[in-house]
């Protein structure tokens, strides 16, 4: 018997996902009330046709002696990692609470049409034990040597993986633009009016 434990399952690099996963939903909330959780929990996303491919690759390798594997992703990293990777190359900013106050803002802000609703009862009876596993990683050398042994080829950075997180979610609506975004795009439209404007000004007779 061989167990295949993936973390979480993220949009395929074509942008496909939906809006029922469990990562589209919090991430969507985060960024659309430009709030986000202080917490060393271990985040592990990868793809959905990564982790396919490599249980199919764990699969076949019949004379490992390994039980489980651990599909996850090979570095450390957390949300507020991936938050500010979300800030540093989208420009949406976020005010960071510990997770008791990220709760509660939660529940206040979360309204019954929001995405995210169906899943408050379970972070409000999470949160402790979120806040007691901070220090909890993953072990997934088996899931590395299954990799090596086949010659797989190594996985997407967690840049690419946020890149088709996004995509999905600008394309769905389920987030807005950007205030930077929307700030360049208004100097942008100031520039090429006064570009216009010098362009119309008539020539002065000497």
Not at 108 to 122: A, G, I, M
Not at 154 to 168: G, R
Not at 177 to 197: L, P, T
Request: charge should be negative; hydrophobic fraction near 40%.
């Amino acid at each position: 018997v061989r167990i295949y434990r993936p973390a979480f399952i993220t949009a395929s690099a074509a942008g496909v996902a939906s809006s029922d996963d469990i990562v589209i939903r919090l991430l969507a909330f985060m960024i659309c009330y430009g709030m986000a959780v202080k917490a060393e929990n271990q985040i592990s996303f990868l793809p959905a046709e990564i982790v396919a491919d490599n249980i199919v690759t764990a699969f076949n390798q019949r004379s490992t002696t390994a039980r489980t594997f651990h599909i996850t992703a090979d570095t450390y990293y957390n949300m507020m990692d991936i938050t500010r990777l979300i800030t540093r190359e989208y420009g949406y900013e976020f005010v960071y609470h510990d997770i008791r106050k990220f709760a509660a803002e939660m529940k206040r802000l979360c309204t019954s049409d929001n995405l995210l609703y169906p899943l408050l009862d379970f972070f409000n009876r999470s949160q402790e034990k979120i806040a007691a596993m901070q220090q909890k990683r993953y072990d997934n050398e088996n899931y590395r040597d299954a990799r090596r042994l086949s010659g797989r080829p190594s996985e997407p950075s967690l840049e690419e993986i946020v890149s088709y997180l996004m995509a999905y979610m600008r394309r769905e609506g389920l987030i807005r633009g950007s205030r930077s975004n929307q700030i360049d795009e208004i100097e942008a439209s100031v520039d090429e009016h006064q570009e216009d404007y010098v362009q119309q000004e008539p020539t002065p007779r000497i």
